[in-house]
């Protein structure tokens, strides 16, 4: 079932001493919006972050025989750092958590490396999964920039959206 907000827009012009107000009725289903809100939190969900914030945390607290950070590659990193254009500030907020999690607590070095390892290993399934989202991303926010464009072609006020900051990169 769709559900439909109408909203009530007042427009008033000024022109030369005289006033005209004009009352614009319009129903609109925001399901693209929850749509985009649905998906970017099901990538902000992904543990791409999480993952290169723990191997640099093991790094520099565990010791380890080799390097997990050049383990897991610059793969990795430059995929959690798109993970982070999602929600600004996950990477650096996971960074410290890792680093605090791990400093000091050495029995928490080897759950810490069988999760980075376990990762890395299911990381085509996790990156094809991650392209799926960012093409069903980018679908949505075409219709929405196409809504937009109708809407400008009709002389029609922008809605929430369009002004929003939904359209495409």
Same mark, same amino acid.
């Given at each position: 079932?769709?559900?439909?907000?109408? !909203?009530?827009?007042?427009?008033?012009?000024? !022109?030369?001493?005289?006033?005209?107000?004009?009352?614009?009725?319009?129903?609109?289903?925001?399901?693209?919006?929850?749509?985009?809100?649905?998906?970017?939190?099901?990538?902000?969900?992904? %543990?791409?972050?999480?993952?290169?914030?723990?191997?640099?945390?093991?790094?520099?607290?565990?010791?380890?025989?080799?390097?997990?950070?050049?383990?897991?590659?610059?793969?990795?990193?430059?995929?959690?750092?798109?993970?982070?254009?999602?929600?600004?500030?996950?990477?650096?907020?996971?960074?410290?958590?890792?680093?605090?999690?791990?400093?000091?607590?050495?029995?928490?070095?080897?759950?810490?490396?069988?999760? #980075?390892?376990?990762?890395?290993?299911?990381? %085509?399934?996790?990156?094809?999964?991650?392209? #799926?989202?960012?093409?069903?991303?980018?679908?949505?926010?075409?219709?929405?920039?196409?809504?937009?464009?109708?809407?400008?072609?009709?002389?029609?006020?922008?809605?929430?959206?369009?002004?929003?900051?939904?359209?495409?990169?």
């Amino acid at each position: 079932m769709k559900r439909a907000i109408a !909203f009530c827009l007042l427009i008033v012009t000024c !022109f030369a001493g005289t006033a005209k107000a004009t009352v614009i009725l319009e129903n609109w289903t925001p399901e693209l919006e929850g749509l985009v809100r649905g998906i970017t939190s099901q990538i902000e969900e992904m %543990p791409f972050i999480r993952v290169w914030a723990y191997a640099e945390a093991i790094d520099r607290y565990c010791f380890p025989a080799k390097s997990y950070a050049n383990v897991v590659g610059v793969t990795l990193k430059e995929t959690a750092r798109h993970q982070d254009s999602f929600s600004p500030g996950m990477l650096a907020s996971a960074e410290r958590d890792a680093a605090d999690h791990l400093r000091g607590e050495y029995l928490a070095c080897a759950p810490a490396m069988k999760f #980075v390892e376990e990762t890395v290993a299911r990381m %085509p399934e996790l990156v094809e999964k991650l392209n #799926v989202l960012q093409m069903q991303i980018n679908d949505v926010k075409a219709k929405i920039a196409t809504a937009c464009a109708i809407r400008a072609r009709e002389g029609s006020p922008p809605l929430k959206i369009c002004i929003g900051g939904y359209l495409p990169d």
